[in-house]
């Protein structure tokens, strides 16, 4: 179904770093899905940087160590998972998730989550690709509101 989606208006986080990290499973999903959270991104005022990781569950990790190493005003992760035969789907995409969550809660970093977990490419490409459901997108405007909503809490100017 086209049209679905988290809304894309955004706060402005005017000299804002988001880092995108990004798992290259899917290659082609995930180009889409970069694309749309890149574009949220540049008009929202701030500035993206980009890195690649193999696959969904080394995303949480990759956030991690950036975190530790001095950090970012916010994160996007894009994915994309799809099932297989085995079991193996279930342990990415709810770990990969449980990471996020982690790190969002725990260590309260601003984490949009746009790891899709489809049944088929198909599917994937429906909900990645910015002219339809735009994931990436909403992945990056989630990111930021909550980035705008720290900076808001903590009495920074806007
Ligand atoms: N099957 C998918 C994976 N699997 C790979 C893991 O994420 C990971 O890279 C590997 O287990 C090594 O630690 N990753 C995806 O992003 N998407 C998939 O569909
Ligand atoms: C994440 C996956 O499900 C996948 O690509 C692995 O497929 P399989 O379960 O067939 O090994």
Redo the contacts with the bound molecule.
């Keep these: 179904m086209a049209g679905q989606g988290a809304d894309l208006t955004v706060e402005r986080v005017d000299g804002a770093t988001i880092l995108v990290v990004e798992?290259?499973?899917?290659s082609h999903i995930n180009d889409m899905l970069i694309e749309g959270a890149l574009r949220v991104i540049e008009e929202a005022g701030a500035k993206a940087e980009l890195v690649t990781?193999?696959?969904?569950?080394?995303?949480p990790p990759a956030i991690a160590r950036a975190e530790a190493a001095g950090g970012f005003d916010a994160y996007v992760a894009l994915?994309?998972?799809?099932r297989?035969e085995t079991t193996?789907?279930e342990l990415?995409s709810e770990e990969?998730c449980r990471g996020l969550m982690d790190l969002g809660v725990r260590g309260r970093l601003a984490i949009g989550n746009g790891?899709l977990t489809t049944e088929n490419e198909q599917q994937a490409v429906v909900r990645a690709d910015p002219k339809d459901q735009n994931k990436g997108g909403g992945a990056a405007a989630a990111a930021i509101a909550l980035l705008a909503l720290t900076r808001r809490l903590s009495g920074a100017p806007k």
């Design positions: 798992a290259r499973y899917h990781v193999p696959g969904a569950l080394e995303i994915g994309c998972v799809i297989g193996h789907y990415v990969s790891i």
